[in-house]
């Protein structure tokens, strides 16, 4: 026996790699699969950003542990031209993903973590590898599962006294919601009296279908407010490893905190990447045009699925941004109940067998799992070849993803099928 950590220990692999694992399994059986479970940006990256990393393969030198001074400053430049933040290059420093950036961030912080109900799976992970305390905050299909302030203050009044850290994020994943400037302004309120910390996960912050970028909490809370971002979303390239954490002046004790971290734990990011990502964060006007189709065809797929669920009478969170909807059964919970089954583990594993359709349980997103809601990732399209397609703004419709992305509409077939058979 080898004694481990207990904390690592009472980790369990997630109900999305058991997912995956399954897709796996049918895929090597020659078993085709809507894979509506993965969150991966489907498009290629931009051709300027391959371009400066080929330039800068001969970078073999270990960089400054908190990034190269170009690439801060030019993240800089970027949050305050394209997300509207306002933060010294000094403040902002990079790592591996902002995932590692949150896990960092997570093992500094002391206190009582608070994660909206519907947030993304590996917040909470995170948190129990150092056995941290965490409560998860009730959300509302209603409101999209988005925290409201006064659900927030509630919390704080029952549970007053040690330090608090809210982690939010917005475009959401598992939701696709996005918080509006009211919704960021009253929590940032109640943050601001009780304290707060806030993480503010802005990973898909201009995957915003509606708006150039997203509303961040930071306008309203700057001297509370820590926020990430990073390649993998917004640039789709997420195997490149590479995010950025943007920590203000009034917490700026902590930075001493995270550069020992970093010395002490991945060093540095790849200087190739680091020269790469100088490129993106340009955000030359190619770039801005390449994102701007991006959007404009996840925002088409997403109304159309989003349209086509309603048929169906299952509920679906409203699409704003992100590659996602939350995607519920109430109204079928009857007939769901009498095949056995009462869990939307217990559904997405039906889904997956018998309609070869994956789908992620809501237990994964902090939903109770008799809730039966999943989550969809309308992301199994050739990214590539639509780019090519849809090259002007506005041309791309509903009638172009029945025609081009076959797994989409196949996979909201299958969910017609399902409906039918347990309404018969
Ligand atoms: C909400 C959210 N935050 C953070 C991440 C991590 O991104 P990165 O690739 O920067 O580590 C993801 C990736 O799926 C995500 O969905």
Redesign the pocket.
């Known amino acids: 026996m080898i004694d481990i950590n207990k904390y690592l220990d009472s980790l369990k692999p997630s109900a999305t790699l058991a997912i995956n694992q399954e897709v796996q399994l049918l895929k090597s059986k020659n078993i085709d699969i809507v894979h509506f479970g993965f969150?991966?940006s489907p498009f290629p990256i931009y051709k300027g950003i391959i371009k400066a990393l080929q330039e800068h393969a001969d970078h073999n030198e270990y960089l400054p542990t908190l990034g190269l001074t170009a690439l801060r400053q030019q993240i800089s430049l970027f949050l305050k031209q394209h997300q509207g933040i306002e933060m010294d290059w000094s403040h902002i420093f990079i790592g591996?993903?902002?995932?590692?950036?949150?896990y960092h961030t997570i093992l500094i912080l002391e206190g009582e973590f608070l994660i909206p109900k519907g947030?993304?799976?590996?917040y909470l992970p995170q948190i129990k590898t150092k056995g941290g305390s965490c409560t998860i905050l009730d959300t509302e299909y209603a409101n999209d599962f988005k925290l409201n302030a006064e659900t927030l203050e509630r919390h704080c009044k029952n549970s007053p006294g040690k330090q608090k850290v809210l982690i939010l994020?917005s475009p959401?994943?598992p939701t696709g919601a996005v918080y509006n400037n009211e919704e960021l302004q009253s929590i940032a309120k109640v943050c601001m009296k009780h304290g707060i910390i806030v993480l503010s996960?802005e990973?898909?912050s201009q995957i915003n279908f509606g708006e150039r970028y997203s509303a961040s909490i930071s306008q309203y809370y700057p001297q509370g407010t820590i926020v990430?971002?990073?390649?993998?979303?917004v640039f789709s390239a997420?195997g490149y490893?590479?995010?950025y954490v943007a920590i203000p002046e009034a917490m700026k004790g902590l930075r001493a905190t995270f550069k020992a971290l970093f010395s002490e734990t991945f060093s540095a990011v790849a200087a190739p990447i680091q020269y790469a990502a100088i490129e993106a964060y340009k955000m030359n006007d190619g770039l801005l045009d390449y994102i701007s189709r991006c959007k404009n065809i996840l925002g088409t797929i997403a109304n159309f699925v989003f349209q086509e669920l309603k048929k169906l009478n299952i509920e679906c969170t409203q699409p704003q941004g992100?590659f996602y909807v939350m995607i519920g059964f109430s109204h079928y919970k009857e007939q769901i109940n009498a095949l056995g089954i009462h869990s939307s583990e217990a559904l997405a594993h039906h889904l997956i067998q018998s309609y070869h359709l994956a789908l992620l349980p809501g237990t994964d997103f902090y939903f109770s799992s008799s809730d039966l809601f999943l989550r969809l990732a309308y992301v199994d399209f050739d990214g590539k070849s639509l780019l090519e397609k849809f090259l002007h703004k506005n041309e791309i419709n509903s009638n172009h993803i029945i025609d081009n992305c076959p797994n989409i509409t196949k996979g909201i077939g299958q969910l017609r099928a399902f409906i039918t058979t347990i309404s018969a």
């Open positions: 969150g991966q591996p993903g902002s995932k590692e950036l949150l947030s993304w799976v590996s994020n959401n994943n996960d990973i898909y990430y971002g990073g390649l993998s979303k997420g490893r590479l995010g992100a």
